[in-house]
């Protein structure tokens, strides 16, 4: 009996310094960075052997991880869509200018303006124009002369300009019907002076208008009138000034814009695009 009650005091003697270990580990695992142990120093933290093994994934001294061949299939891929796109894109943009030019020619047939697609330039030539026309009526019986060679957008602004304006003015202050312009340029690619307005004849975007020509065998020269009055000056003035309706830039005798002297014998129009959408009209 007493041999019985000796073996249970040293079990129980047993657990309960068993319990106290436990309990021990479990606070010091617990502590926080600083903590002091019952003797006043300070506690160590237990050592995690994975920090002590582990190194950040930029360290410079690991070896680099080989990429991934299905990251590589999807970064050619994604190349390859990119490229895809852009080119869609270049076709859809070539597309849209080819329809936007088709669409144009279908109003200078309804305008009646008489015309023929104009010659390719040379692949080493200084100017080229994208789809070139000759234009030589801009109307039945409205003659060019001698014939220009232009974008369609000018030949459309020319045609406008003569129906809607020349010829209401012509009927108005001379009594007579015009039966077409004189012109002294249109396309030309100019080896110098290569400003605004050499650039606007560069694109086949310009035409310089010398004279009207009217049915009873009259002609309408340009030429600097502001000191004039009558009926001619009256016409000239009307047609200078409904040119800005339909074109970007006009300039005319007498004329001074960014140091550029214009000749007094003829009026410049065009229809350039300018930053902006900038308007000239002198």
Known sequence: MGIQVAMIAGRRKFY???????????????????????????????????????????????????????????????????EATASGRAESAAASSAGDREACRWRLRALGVAFEPGPPAADDAPCVVAAPLVISELSPGIAVSPEAVLTCEAAEAVATWM?????????????????????????????????????AHASASAVDVTGVAFRQGQRHLIRNRDSESGPEAAFQRAIRIGACRHFARVQGPGSNFGGTELGDTHLHLDVAERSGGERICR
Not at 67 to 74: I, N, R, T
């Open 163 to 199: 129906r809607d304006v020349v010829g209401p003015a012509a009927d108005r202050h001379l009594q007579d019907a015009a039966a077409g312009i004189e012109i002294s340029s249109s396309f030309a690619c100019r080896a110098s002076g290569f400003d605004a307005i050499a650039r």
């Open 16 to 82: 309960r310094q068993r319990l106290a270990a436990t309990v021990m580990l479990v606070m010091a695992l617990a502590a926080p960075a600083g903590a002091q142990d019952q003797d006043g120093t300070a506690a160590k933290p237990e050592a995690n052997p994975q920090m002590l093994i582990a190194k950040p994934k930029n360290d410079p001294l690991l070896p680099r991880p080989r990429p991934d061949p299905h990251d590589l299939q999807g970064a050619s891929a994604d190349r390859t869509e990119t």
